[in-house]
């Protein structure tokens, strides 16, 4: 699926502000992921991290040699650079753990990264919904992927991975009233 302008600002307001349970989608997928230290404070990083991103994917001029920072933390862009050992251990380790994950997947430069955000681009098979801490050090990512099983997510799991994540499993389809019922759980 493209994204569109209209569907970019929904999910950028689903990142700034938890959506309601009427909007949601029949079915989400489900990434849970363990981490290291505070679950909020992991939630707040990997949101900091996907805002500037999705924000770039409504306004950006994608035809362009290299896109504009602005807004993406500087953690982010060091463990996204030629220069990782400026990130701080956490997300270090998460590049590690992005590679082991992935099979041996290579660590993402910051531009090919935003790029992947390119509205045309149809690697992206999913739209951020929600973060839900759901335990000290488990979070529950979900993110819409219009009810695939399978769909491109190597950029979600890449800052899932950097932000912080010791673990991750997923992503699994659930009904949506599974989500709505953490959601309301966790307020």
Avoid: K
Avoid at 22 to 44: C, H, M, N, T
Avoid at 164 to 179: E, K, L, M, Q
């Amino acid at each position: 699926m493209m994204h569109t302008c209209d569907s970019l600002a929904a999910e950028l307001q689903r990142i700034q502000s938890r959506p309601s349970a009427a909007a949601a989608p029949p079915v989400l997928s489900l990434f849970v992921v363990d981490v290291q230290g505070d679950a909020a404070e992991y939630a707040r990083r990997l949101r900091s991290v996907i805002s500037p991103a999705v924000r770039l994917g409504g306004r950006a001029d994608f035809e362009q040699e290299s896109l504009p920072v602005d807004g993406v933390p500087d953690w982010f862009a060091a463990v996204s650079s030629q220069a990782p050992e400026q990130a701080p251990q956490f997300a270090r380790a998460g590049r590690d753990r992005y590679a082991e994950h992935t099979g041996g997947g290579r660590p993402w430069e910051l531009q090919d990264w935003l790029y992947r955000f390119d509205p045309d681009e149809d690697s992206r098979g999913w739209e951020w919904w929600d973060a839900t801490p759901v335990g000290p050090s488990r979070v529950h990512i979900w993110a819409d992927s219009w009810g695939e099983s399978s769909f491109g997510c190597q950029e979600l799991l890449w800052a899932a991975c950097t932000a912080g994540a010791v673990r991750i499993d997923g992503p699994a389809v659930h009904t949506s009233a599974v989500w709505s019922a953490e959601r309301d759980a966790t307020r």
